[in-house]
Every structure is written in structure tokens, then in C-alpha cells.
């Protein structure tokens, strides 16, 4: 499969190193069977404040990301398309950035158009406090948040825009 760029050759190789890569894993999770509420704050890049628990009542999506993460750059049209289809239905998303200074974090923000807010996490507190649910060396990973803040779902690795669909639709409707 050959893909042409219109301004040029495509570059994305060279952000292919210094990341581990998800495995592709999708978990869901019953009701049931679901932990405790996730629980942090942050700043996004944009100066907000954002506590998580804030958010409870509607279905979140946090993404963990950086900039240079060549499946992270793969994933970021899906995340945009897949974050406005759903805010009609009250889900949120947020990004988790895990590396990237403001500069390169709102560079790669403003060049995939993404509609929702990222916090830095280059001092791994959130990581800390999403330990057990998302492995703190596979980046990108998706978790989809209840509304009550509990894990529901969680894809390790770049998503697949129907099983992250698949995985809204459920929790959704829960």
C-alpha cells in the first residue's frame, strides 16, 4: 500500500524510536468487576485547571500521548474524529501527555486539530495514580472512564476506531 502526501514525503519514521509500543490489548470490563474511581489533577497546556473526579457523571476518555510517538500521530485522527462524534452524547476525552514540553504538546495539538485539553505528566503523577490500569511504558493507551470515574475499557496500544466505538457504545448505554 503506497500513500502519497501532497506536501512532501511522509517523515514518521523518524519518531518510530524512543517509546514502547502498547501491545494492541482491548480490555473491558463488567460493571461488577470494575476498581475504585480514578483520581488526579492537573494543569492542561492551556492553563485549566482539571481535576478528573470533576468530570464524574459523563463517560471520559483519557489518551496518553506524546508528541514524537509515531502510533500516537497514527491514532490522533481517529481520537478527533471519534471525540466530536461522541460530545453530542456528553462523553469527554483527555489527553495525557507523558513527555512533551507545552511547545511540542500544543504544536502537535494545534496540527491534528484536537478538540479537548491535555495535561502534562512528565513528573509521572498521573501515571501514579492510573498504576494498575495503564502499563507506565505503553504509551499511546486509551482508557474509557464510567460515569462514576471507574475504569470501563482500555486499549494498550494505537486504538482501532471501531473497538473504541464499540467500547463508548457499551459504556454508554450502561
Known amino acids: 500500500m503506497s500513500?502519497?502526501?501532497a506536501c512532501g514525503t511522509d517523515t514518521s519514521e523518524r519518531y518510530d524510536t524512543g517509546y514502547v509500543a502498547g501491545d494492541?490489548?482491548?480490555t473491558e470490563i463488567a460493571p461488577a468487576d470494575r476498581g475504585e474511581p480514578v483520581a488526579f489533577t492537573?494543569?492542561?497546556f492551556a492553563g485549566e485547571a482539571v481535576d478528573?473526579?470533576?468530570?464524574?457523571g459523563s463517560v471520559v476518555v483519557l489518551n496518553v500521548w506524546?508528541?514524537?510517538?509515531?502510533p500516537c500521530?497514527?491514532?490522533?485522527p481517529d481520537l478527533k474524529a471519534i471525540a466530536e462524534e461522541y460530545a453530542p452524547q456528553g462523553v469527554s476525552f483527555l489527553g495525557i501527555n507523558v513527555r512533551d514540553a507545552a511547545g511540542p504538546a500544543q504544536a502537535f495539538e494545534q496540527n491534528f486539530a484536537i478538540p479537548y485539553p491535555s495535561v502534562p505528566d512528565t513528573d509521572a503523577s498521573i501515571?501514579?495514580?492510573l498504576?494498575?490500569?495503564v502499563a507506565p511504558n505503553a504509551v499511546p493507551s486509551t482508557l474509557v472512564l464510567d460515569a462514576q470515574g471507574r475504569v470501563a475499557a482500555r486499549i494498550s496500544g494505537a486504538i482501532d476506531p471501531s473497538t473504541l466505538r464499540s467500547m463508548l457504545d457499551t459504556v454508554i448505554a450502561e
Open 127 to 129: 501515571m501514579y495514580a
Open 3 to 5: 500513500v502519497l502526501a
Open 73 to 76: 500521530r497514527q491514532e490522533a
Open 66 to 70: 506524546y508528541a514524537s510517538c509515531a
Open 24 to 26: 494492541g490489548v482491548s
Open 52 to 56: 478528573i473526579a470533576a468530570m464524574r
Open 131 to 133: 498504576r494498575g490500569q
Open 42 to 44: 492537573g494543569t492542561s
